[in-house]
């Protein structure tokens, strides 16, 4: 089967690759490997991320995209060439229709940089679709019904929330607090208290196996290598599930203090169906433990975690491709 369509979610972190009849078909690290002399990709995706911290001056591991966006454009390029191919057959003779995800604050030059770089990866026509739309539609949400429905979805470089409301946002905040926040104030904090510098990687893993935003009924425990601040040698220290709820404190409340004034922008009457019907939550930050308690305990609105919240917003670029003249003129614009 020739693929003409491919739905992407471009995150900072992560990058998913969906294609309809087949699903998503791609999930992997949005890092490249280059020779910075030669401009040559060398890796990407996981086996560029299992190079991070680890290699010689001349190769540069690198994340093209920050806070959602692109920061280096040539890179960028070279990443989505790498996944549109991927996701095509080895005879493929079409070029695809691609859909591709961006913050709800994307600009209009950063929105004609992402654009121009997936044409030139091998596009034949490119869009972008604001993520809580597509978040939204992942999550099942009824996005074209006259009522308000309120997605927070907190990814790597970016944390979007907004209501929705006959198709279209009412409202919304994206704040550059997400993932990639949370690692590096484990970072910082396993600095500050061990004395211990860990690395990036070593973090995030911090974050998924003993990460939570409040203390849990049973303390999780995991062991930290890292290097002693003061005389440079390995160490290692035993960190818990309180430390990391300590440590990301702060990032917590900055994301939950836009939700709150998300809702300080918002008609009463969306409002109100918001707090009949509770906040979804998508993305990778909505797998963090008590995540969704946290936002509760905050907000004092119901949170519902999304079904695999990960692929909400490569969900939603499939529905999207499925329906594409229904939602052609309302959700994106092509250029």
Not at 145 to 168: C, D, H, K, Q, R
Not at 250 to 256: G, M, R, T, Y
Not at 291 to 313: Q, R, S, T
Not at 318 to 335: P, V
Request: proline share 6%.
């Amino acid at each position: 089967m020739f693929v003409k369509q491919i739905g992407i979610d471009l995150g900072t972190t992560n990058i998913l690759v969906f294609v309809p009849k087949k699903g998503i078909v791609s999930n992997e690290p949005s890092v490249v490997a280059l020779d910075p002399k030669t401009k040559r990709v060398l890796a990407v995706g996981k086996p560029a991320k299992n190079m991070v911290g680890r290699t010689p001056e001349d190769i540069i591991v690198s994340r093209p995209l920050k806070d959602g966006v692109i920061a280096d454009y040539y890179t960028t390029k070279e990443m989505l060439r790498y996944f549109i191919s991927q996701a095509l057959s080895f005879f493929n003779i079409f070029k695809p229709d691609v859909i591709i995800s961006a913050p709800a604050g994307i600009t209009s030059t950063e929105k004609r940089a992402v654009i121009n770089a997936a044409k030139e990866s091998g596009a034949k026509n490119s869009f972008v679709v604001k993520e809580p739309i597509l978040a939204a539609l992942g999550a099942g949400i009824p996005i074209n019904t006259p009522s308000g429905n309120m997605v927070v979805n907190i990814g790597g470089g970016t944390s979007e929330i907004a209501i929705i409301s006959l198709g279209g946002i009412v409202s919304w905040a994206s704040v550059r607090v997400a993932g990639n926040k949370f690692d590096r104030a484990i970072a910082d904090y396993i600095k500050k208290k061990h004395n211990l510098i860990v690395g990036e990687q070593t973090a995030e893993r911090i974050k998924i196996q003993v990460g939570a935003a409040l203390p849990l009924e049973e303390r999780l425990e995991m062991k930290v290598k890292g290097r002693d601040l003061t005389s440079g040698l390995p160490r290692y220290v035993i960190i818990n599930s309180d430390e990391v709820s300590l440590a990301i404190s702060s990032p917590l409340n900055e994301i939950s203090s836009a939700v709150k004034n998300v809702f300080n922008q918002s008609p009463p009457e969306l409002v109100a169906d918001v707090m009949e019907k509770g906040i979804v939550l998508t993305g990778g930050g909505a797998c963090l433990r008590k995540m969704d308690k946290y936002l509760e305990k905050f907000i004092g609105i119901p949170v519902f975690p999304a079904e695999n919240p990960l692929e909400c917003v490569a969900r939603g670029t499939g529905i999207i491709l499925e329906h594409l003249e229904l939602y052609k003129r309302t959700l994106f614009s092509k250029h």
